[in-house]
């Protein structure tokens, strides 16, 4: 069993910046990748950055730019700081992460969201 637990959510004026955290715990022997993905209200999960065990990143092309995701392998943490915030990036964050457990059994398990409100 994994468990997720993410912080840094809440509300930010347009033109602010957020960092969200992410760290795992539990039965893990590696974490292959990590990463964020987002839902806005009406609109369907996307992703928006993630970041494989040798740190190579992906990110949607709406946050290249603002957003850097990075990871500490030695806390089991994915961070997504997040700057230029506008309103299109209003939604609840959730933290994705998938790797091996120490049976060897692959693993994906999701975080329970964190909201990002960006006003006007």
């Known amino acids: 069993q994994v468990q997720l637990v993410e912080s840094g959510g809440g509300l930010v004026q347009a033109g602010g910046s957020l960092t969200l955290s992410c760290a795992a715990s539990g039965r893990i022997f590696s974490i292959m990748s990590m990463g964020w993905h987002r839902q806005a209200p009406g609109k369907q999960r996307e992703l928006v950055a993630a970041i494989t065990s040798g740190r190579s990143t992906n990110y949607a092309d709406s946050v290249k730019g603002r957003f850097t995701i990075s990871r500490d392998n030695a806390k089991n943490t994915v961070y997504l700081q997040m700057t230029s915030l506008n309103s299109e990036d209003t939604a609840v964050y959730l933290c994705?992460?998938?790797?091996?457990?120490?049976?060897?059994?692959?693993?994906?398990?999701w975080g329970q969201g964190t909201q990002v409100i960006v006003s006007s």
């Open positions: 994705n992460v998938a790797g091996l457990d120490y049976g060897a059994r692959p693993f994906n398990y």
